[in-house]
């Protein structure tokens, strides 16, 4: 097994990024550092290597255990890094998560799942002739007569 990989691959292998061009791209705009300095793709990774990643909100930080040889299935990362994050990135970061699932004001997107399916009983218990209001349908052909 080998004792160093480059990082860009590291981090695709991993699962940090999914694919290893997001995982450069992030590496070129400074979004990971190790020991507090920015680092370039090409940078080894050996095991005892602590990275810190930028997301928003916080700073998260990993400790390599091992070094893979190919991307890996999600059950098998645990055992090639370990989550070191500071308890008060943590928080901050527990923080965002909690004010972005509560800015999406109400009606606006997607559904939720609730929501989907607060529409789809809505509808369900709807005779079919109310249906035809919300959604226009109108069967009256009588109004447009054909000539032959």
Same mark, same amino acid.
Not at 41 to 62: C, L, M, N
Not at 89 to 116: F, I, N, V, W
């Given at each position: 097994?080998? @004792? ?33 300095? $920015?680092?370039? #793709? #090409? ?45 008060? $990135? $943590? ?9 972005? #699932?509560?800015?999406? $004001? ?21 005779? @079919?002739?109310?249906? @035809? ?14 000539? @032959?």
């Amino acid at each position: 097994m080998a @004792d160093s990989i480059r990082i860009d691959k590291f981090l695709w292998a991993v699962r940090l990024y999914k694919t290893r061009s997001v995982a450069t791209d992030a590496l070129k705009r400074g979004k990971v550092t190790m020991g507090g300095t $920015q680092v370039k #793709s #090409s940078r080894s990774v050996k095991i005892g290597d602590v990275i810190s990643i930028k997301v928003p909100g916080a700073t998260r930080s990993f400790e390599v255990l091992m070094i893979p040889r190919s991307r890996m299935g999600a059950k098998l990362v645990k055992d090639h890094i370990r989550e070191v994050t500071p308890k008060d $990135q $943590q928080d901050l970061l527990e923080m965002y998560h909690m004010q972005m #699932s509560m800015q999406r $004001q109400k009606g606006l997107g997607r559904p939720t799942k609730k929501e989907r399916r607060d529409i789809d009983s809505f509808f369900a218990d709807a005779p @079919d002739d109310e249906l @035809d209001i919300y959604f226009g349908d109108d069967d009256d052909d009588d109004d447009f007569e054909e000539n @032959d």
